[in-house]
C-alpha cells in the first residue's frame, strides 16, 4: 500500500513538474535564462514534492542563484531576488550562507538595503540564535543608508543573543552617538571601559567616552553662550561670566579635566583634544 501511494506521488510529481517546464520553457531563454525557479509559487511546494532531499534541492537552487545573479546580462534578476532566496530558506531554514549572501546581492549589485533587511529578518526568525544576521543588518544601515537609530534597533538584537562578540556593543554604542542619543552612547562606552580586559579596547573606549562628553558639554556651552547673548547684547569675554550670571551652576570640563577652549569674538567653543589623537 506505501509502495503504490509512493509510486503515485511520484508519478503526480513528475505531471506537474512537466507542466510547469512545457510553461517556462515557453519563455525566451534569452530573456530569463535558466530562471524556471521563479515560477515555482514557494519553497513549501518545492520541498514536498521533493521527498525529503530538501537540504540538496536547496544547494542546488543555491548554485544555480549564484550563476543567475552574476550574469550581467539579466537587467530585471534583481526582481525575484527575495523570492528566490525565500524557496532555499524555505528548503532549508538552517542552511545560514544563502542569507548572508542573498544581502549583499541585495546590497552591493540591486543596490537595496530595504531588500538586504528583509533577507536578513527572516534569516533571524528562522535561526533566533543567530546574531549574526542582526548584526550584519545594523551594519548595512549604518553604512548604506546611514539610519543610526535603525542600526541600534539591528545592534541591539545581535547583543542580547549569545555568543554575540564584544564588538557589537561598540557598535551599537557608536551608532547611539551618531543618533545623537548620547545618554546610551556614554553608558555602553562606559561598560566597555569597566569590563574591559584588554588595555587598547579601553583606550578605544576612554576616546569615545571623551567624545560623548565632550558632544554633551559643547551642547551645554552653546546654548548657555546663546542665552548669555540674547540677555546681554554680546558673547561673554570668558567662560566663567556664564557662572556668575547664573546661566551655569559651573562650567564644565573635558573628559580629562580640561577646559574647553572658547573665542569671545566669535562665541564659538571647542575641545581642547581632538577625540581620537588622545
Known sequence: MKKSLLIILLILSCCLFMGLKIITDKIPRSKVPGASIIYIPSGKYLKHATFGYSSLMADLVYIWAIQYYSDYSIAERFDNLDHIFSIIAELDPLYLDPYEMGAIIAVYEARDPYLAFKVLDRGLEK????????????????????????????????MEIEGAPPIVKRLYADAAFKDTDYQTSWQNWLEVYQTAD?????????????????????AQLEDAIEK??????????????????GILVSVPKDFDENEYIYNPETGEVESPSKWWKR
Open 198 to 218: 584588554d588595555e587598547r579596547i579601553k583606550k578605544i573606549a576612554s576616546n569615545h567616552l571623551y567624545q560623548v562628553r565632550s558632544a554633551l558639554d559643547l
Open 228 to 245: 548669555y547673548r540674547q540677555r546681554y547684547g554680546q558673547f561673554p569675554s570668558n567662560l566663567d561670566h556664564l557662572r556668575s550670571a
Open 127 to 158: 535561526n533566533p540564535d543567530q546574531w549574526i544576521f542582526p548584526y550584519q543588518a545594523g551594519h548595512y544601515a549604518a553604512s548604506t543608508i546611514k539610519d543610526y537609530e535603525l542600526a541600534q534597533q539591528y545592534y541591539k538584537k545581535a
